[in-house]
């Protein structure tokens, strides 16, 4: 059983930088996903950023250039460092681990004046 813990949400005003983490527990396979989902009110969830194992990565086209996800394997450890946000940004953002589609709690992140 794998769990997550995402960390580091809050308000910040457009053009503001923030950096959500999260750390997986339990039993882990060697070969995995970690990923950051976002889901605005009124929407649906929505892919952010992806990372594997190996490290490759991958970006919505809405927060390339912007965003970037990182981990630490040794840690099990995601995290997502979002810079020029902007108040469509605005969402619970969900850590996730594949293989098993495990979801973490979410965390707010609010982006205004």
């Known amino acids: 059983q794998v769990q997550l813990v995402e960390s580091g949400g809050g308000l910040v005003q457009p053009g503001g930088s923030l950096r959500l983490s999260c750390a997986a527990s339990g039993r882990l396979f060697v070969v995995n996903i970690l990923g950051w989902y976002r889901q605005a009110p009124g929407k649906g969830r929505e892919m952010v950023a992806t990372?594997?194992?190996?490290?490759?990565?991958n970006y919505a086209e809405s927060v390339k250039g912007r965003f970037a996800i990182s981990r630490d394997n040794d840690k099990n450890t995601v995290n997502l460092q979002m810079n020029n946000l902007k108040p469509e940004d605005t969402a619970v953002y969900y850590c996730n681990y594949f293989p098993g589609n495990v979801w973490g709690q979410g965390t707010q992140v609010t982006v205004s004046s």
């Open positions: 990372i594997h194992s190996g490290g490759g990565t």
